[in-house]
């Protein structure tokens, strides 16, 4: 696949609209369909905004912006992709409706185009088996927004030919993304990895250690994060979180690392979802006042500590279970979720014995399955390795 490579996009919401964004920006020919005409008319309309907002801004030309637009093919007609070359699908995150899509697709494209999915939590093993030729098949997962978003997770299936992964990756890589490889297990690299930032925060809470506000200050203020879990919850909204949590306890055959909240269960069942309902954790409703944190700094480094430690230990986790390497999980997390450092890094730096310590002190006063420290965590202290020794 090169630059005469065309793209063809399934779905055209915000996902399908940016990463064909994304190609024409890099001089492919584009089509973009969607069975809605509708969703086509506003995928368009938002497009020439974001557009125009650059021109505006002065990082693109009229001429430029022209361009990207007439590369775009907007279509309802599933046909239309039959000069593809690489068609990637970013629809609703249903297995069957994404395996029906696929059967239709092959219908029309060649033999040797590639076919993708940007599913963020569904088995790319499940969803091939619905093609005639699952060797050409492969996860790649952009991140929301796609044009800003720099990481693409690249998850080969149990059948994916490795020529198909190298040229998938490659094509990535000239739309200047930052690609990294996964194995097809639940969440891939982020979504798994990050699971204790909310999962762990939620506990706290529920414990009644400290308020949401005061748990978002210690992971910014004292941590570097852009975000506090509470405020990041809240503006992806809950009823999403809590199904990616759950998806993913289901799919690990219920780790009790991955367990869901009742806090967060209970939100989503009263319709609090967070910014896009009004009120969450946090009430975003007029009038409304920001809640004060406790600005203790003993309390927000024990916070801190407790969250990293278990963060570490589920990316020391990737690791062991030859998900990702250990430069990949930490390109992962900090292209795609914005964490100031990579955590396998972090641990480096601190020393992953004071990782371990942590997480002694966690497993010996809760006696739960869920803080159990990691064996590659426990093989580096051993060693006196570092993490990226470890895995080199």
Known sequence: MDKNTVIGIIGAGTMGTGIA???STFNHEVILYDAYPDQLDSSRSGLEKILNRQIEKERMTREQVDGILERITFTN?????KPCGFVIEAIVEDLEVKKNVFSNIEKFVDRDAVLASNTSSLSIASISSALNYPNRFLGVHFFNPAPLMKLVEIIPGISTEENITAATRSLIDSWEKVTVAAKDTPGF???RVARPFYGEALRIYEEGIADPATIDWAMKELGGFRMGPFELMDLIG???????????FKEFYYDP????????????EAGRLGKKSGIGFYDYRDGAGAPEPEKDEAKGELILHRILAMLINEAADAVFMNIA????????MTNGVNYPKGLLEWADEMGPATVM???DGLYEEYLEDRYRPNPLLKRVVINGDTFHEQSE
Do not use: C, G
């Open 21 to 23: 964004q994304i190609a």
């Open 77 to 81: 007609e599933l046909s239309s992709v």
């Open 189 to 191: 690299i982020v979504n």
């Open 238 to 248: 809950h009823d999403v979180n809590y199904k990616v949590t759950e998806s993913v």
């Open 257 to 268: 690392r991955f367990k869901p909240s009742f806090a967060q269960k209970r939100l989503v």
């Open 325 to 332: 390497s250990a430069k990949d999980v930490d390109l992962a």
């Open 357 to 359: 310590e942590w997480m």
